[in-house]
């Protein structure tokens, strides 16, 4: 006869709280009075795979006014130079002058699209062209061939 109460007592529980409107880095995150929440949540979800997972040093939280979005700011490694993240959720879009103001604050960026299943995707973004590694591995120039053989028409 006690398994029912016992039942009772598992549908009674309440749900347990959202840990993530209690994590102290969301909670700094909301006193930045950002207006997007989604960006804001976006940001959050960014700090945590910097943080936790990529081990980055010295991730901190920063207001831009201009754009009012959460910017992160981090090293990759102890030593390695400050960049900049921007934390994005993919439905929003993004202006030439929102990167240019971000690049102007005079560290590396990383633009972070975050989509609707917490997917993140980084990428590198540069203040002009860079011009790419060369291959790794040893390539041998074959030249070019002289002679193609033409496609046959039936």
Same mark, same amino acid.
């Given at each position: 006869m006690s398994e029912p109460s016992d039942r009772a007592d598992l549908s009674e529980k309440p749900a347990p709280p959202n840990w993530i409107l209690h994590h102290?880095?969301?909670?700094?995150?909301?006193?930045? &009075?950002? &207006?997007?929440? $989604?960006?804001?949540h976006a940001a959050f979800l960014v700090y945590m795979d910097l943080a936790e997972v990529r081990q980055w040093k010295e991730v901190s939280c920063v207001k831009s006014a201009e754009?009012?979005?959460?910017?992160l700011e981090g090293r990759e490694k102890e030593g390695s130079p400050v960049q900049t993240v921007l934390p994005l959720p993919v439905h929003q879009?993004?202006?030439?002058?929102?990167?240019?103001?971000?690049?102007?604050?005079?560290?590396?960026?990383?633009?972070?699209?975050?989509?609707?299943?917490?997917?993140?995707?980084?990428?590198?973004?540069?203040?002009?062209?860079?011009?790419?590694?060369?291959? $790794?591995?040893?390539?041998?120039?074959?030249?070019?061939?002289?002679?193609?053989?033409?496609?046959?028409?039936?």
């Open positions: 102290p880095a969301y909670q700094q995150m909301k006193d930045l &009075e950002v &207006e997007d929440s $989604a960006q804001v754009l009012d979005v959460v910017l879009s993004l202006s030439h002058r929102s990167i240019r103001h971000v690049l102007g604050r005079g560290f590396p960026m990383l633009l972070c699209a975050v989509a609707s299943d917490s997917t993140l995707v980084y990428q590198r973004m540069t203040d002009g062209l860079v011009t790419p590694d060369p291959p $790794a591995g040893p390539f041998q120039d074959v030249g070019r061939r002289q002679h193609r053989k033409r496609r046959q028409q039936h």
